[in-house]
């Protein structure tokens, strides 16, 4: 396989996005600091990415344990602790937090335990369990915002007893 050896020469026209250089002949814009490679046929050459194929990237001061972040127009090199996520809503993606009784595998895998922590009625916050039998009945307590245990679904109260008639 041939190789080729670098040399350089200033050209001064026509400019390096015009310039169509030799097969295998490398170039690069003084300006810039870009290098190209040329193919004999693309003008402007082939950009040679000496950054792993990303492009506007901003390295400066450099630590262990940076990440490179995208700011709208270059990747720039941050802090882990100043890397931010947006919170996850129903319109856009973003980061939770897992709650109680929620578990994430290894894999990623969410999963939530049978009823998230709510398996039995005297498990649910706002009702009176007190009572609790076989066939009991929830009812809503407007007055004490809570759900309250009955027996029966027949009211005591001869206000609300229609005896049957309409």
Known sequence: MPIQKIKSGRVLS???NEYIGNKGQIFFDEDTGELRLSDGITIGGIPINSNGGLV?????????????????????????????????????????????NINISPSGTISVTTG???NRVIDIPDVNSNGLANGSILI????????????????ESTESADGGEF
């Open 116 to 118: 998230a922590g709510i």
């Open 56 to 100: 506007d990237v901003l390295l400066s001061d450099l630590q262990v344990g940076q990440n490179l972040q995208y700011d709208g127009v270059n990747w720039i090199n941050v802090n882990p602790e100043s890397v931010g996520l947006s919170t996850a809503t129903t319109t856009q993606l973003g980061g939770v937090k897992i709650g109680s």
């Open 14 to 16: 026509p400019e390096v």
């Open 140 to 155: 809503y307590n407007a007055a004490l915002n809570r759900w309250d245990l009955t027996n029966s679904l027949v009211s």
